[in-house]
């Protein structure tokens, strides 16, 4: 079985601040990997993800994301946030294949002005 | 192309009553899933539907259950309802075969009273 420990419920940072948070992850098996954000009153969106190739993911929007194999992590990150950027994020994984997705309890990212 | 939606957006039901939930998935997907985002849980798997099966369930009792449509549309139905089961359950979508992403609608609000 996966399992997905997102380490920080909330983080408060400021506008044009550096921001990480953090996800590790648990398989025995090789699996994909997501972030998803989820904006007040709505659903989630697929933010990035990794399947294969090369570690370090990006979004159209800035996030980056690096795959890290030996210490079982999926690191979300972003050199400079926007008011824009509060949201939910979540970590997922699933096993190669069609399979449903395991979703870690979230990070509160709250930009301050 | 409609993403996927879910109907009512909102639902209030008194204690003991049972609630139905639908979904439909994006053209062209066969796989449904549907999660249950309680205030503080995370995203938490309930049940899996494709090509009209139930392919896998997560930790939760019977009274919730479900079925897929021979469109691919999908029911969450909860029995006996308590009022812990207040949360957003969120529905989502996939191809069956070489899925890497699953799309989510915008969730139905459940407030047991």
């Known amino acids: 079985a996966q399992s997905v420990t997102q380490l920080d419920s909330q983080v408060p940072v400021f506008e044009e601040a550096p921001v990480e948070l953090r996800c590790n992850y648990s398989?025995?098996?090789?699996?994909?990997l997501f972030w998803y954000v989820q904006y007040p009153n709505q659903g989630l969106q697929l933010l990035l993800k990794y399947l294969s190739g090369s570690t370090l993911v990006e979004s159209i929007n800035g996030f980056e994301a690096e795959f890290n194999k030996s210490q079982t992590s999926f690191h979300l990150r972003k050199p400079s946030v926007h008011i824009s950027d509060t949201a939910e994020y979540f970590c997922a994984v699933t096993p190669r294949g069609n399979t449903p997705l395991v979703f870690g309890k979230g990070t509160r990212l709250s930009v301050i002005a | 192309e409609a993403g996927v939606t879910q109907s009512p957006t909102h639902l209030i039901k008194t204690r003991g009553q049972q609630a139905t939930l639908r979904c439909s998935p994006i053209s062209g997907h066969t796989s449904v899933y549907w999660y249950q985002q309680a205030l503080g849980l995370g995203l938490q798997f309930l049940l899996w539907y494709d090509e009209g099966e139930e392919r896998n369930r997560g930790n939760f009792p019977p009274r919730f259950s479900g079925r897929q449509f021979p469109n691919y549309s999908s029911e969450l139905n909860v029995n006996a309802l308590e009022l812990e089961d207040s949360a957003l359950y969120l529905c989502?979508?996939?191809?069956?075969?070489?899925?890497?992403?699953?799309?989510f609608g915008q969730g139905t609000r459940l407030t047991v009273v």
């Open positions: 398989s025995s098996v090789s699996v994909y």
């Open positions: 989502a979508s996939s191809r069956r075969t070489g899925s890497t992403e699953a799309f």
